[in-house]
T-cell receptor, first 113, second 116 residues
Framework: DAKTTQPPSMDCAEGRAANLPCNHS???????VYWYRQIHSQGPQYIIH?????ETNEMASLIITEDRKSSTLILPHATLRDTAVYYC??????????????WGLGTSLAVNP | DTAVSQTPKYLVTQMGNDKSIKCEQN?????MYWYKQDSKKFLKIMFS???????INETVPNRFSPKSPDKAHLNLHINSLELGDSAVYFC???????????????FGQGTRLTVV
């Protein structure tokens, strides 16, 4: 079962910031938060990940609460090409310290003109 | 240059047939994966290989057999195909998780398998 909870869908106006929330209240100390997105008919695309601190890259910013029980992905200036399903994932340790990603259904973000 | 490429992109076949999907990555990564995305869009890991060694083997029917001839390739062979195998299969690769604790995965474009 996915360890994260996301709203099933969101809308955003083109050029505005898109703030996508994610709850991961059962996250443990060594688990990372990842964000991926999947544009229709394509493979998932990595966006960003973090452990405790806020992170920023050329695609997005990741804000993680101090208790690490939730996070927000921010797309600062959404474009039509950002329309996709956004997945918030907590890495899950597997046997032998190998990790795997448990995927939920994500948030379907529609960026409107 | 495509980082993770898988072939074919579409595969339509009859029940009972045996088919293979090939995957290659040119990123120099140690770890490769196969995922299945069903009609409800759940993406579920099937297998993971690290340097040609199987490290993750989820509850998958043994009709599915991954093969890694070298660390740049991870192929998926499926025997006796069933209607329920219809899905999109994604190959992915990443650096070694165990050493790094976190690593981004690069995905191929997917293979849409339709069993009729």
């Amino acid at each position: 079962d996915a360890k994260t909870t996301q709203p099933p869908s969101m809308d955003c106006a083109e050029g505005r910031a898109a703030n996508l929330p994610c709850n991961h209240s059962t996250i443990s100390g060594n688990e990372y938060v990842y964000w991926y997105r999947q544009i229709h008919s394509q493979g998932p695309q990595y966006i960003i990940h973090g452990l405790k601190n806020n992170e920023t890259n050329e695609m997005a910013s990741l804000i993680i609460t101090e208790d690490r029980k939730s996070s927000t992905l921010i797309l600062p200036h959404a474009t039509l090409r950002d329309t996709a399903v956004y997945y918030c994932i907590v890495s899950h340790p597997n046997a032998g310290n190998n990790r795997k990603l448990i995927w939920g259904l994500g948030t379907s973000l529609a960026v409107n003109p | 240059d495509t980082a993770v490429s898988q072939t074919p992109k579409y595969l339509v076949t009859q029940m009972g047939n045996d088919k293979s999907i090939k995957c290659e990555q040119n990123l120099g990564h140690d770890t490769m994966y196969w995922y299945k995305q069903d009609s409800k869009k759940f993406l579920k890991i099937m297998f993971s290989y690290n340097n040609k060694e199987l490290i993750i083997n989820e509850t998958v029917p043994n009709r599915f057999s991954p093969k890694s001839p070298d660390k740049a390739h991870l192929n998926l062979h499926i025997n006796s195909l069933e209607l329920g195998d219809s899905a999109v299969y994604f190959c992915a690769s990443s650096q070694d998780w165990a050493r790094q604790g976190a690593a981004e995965a690069f995905f191929g474009q997917g293979t849409r398998l339709t069993v009729v």
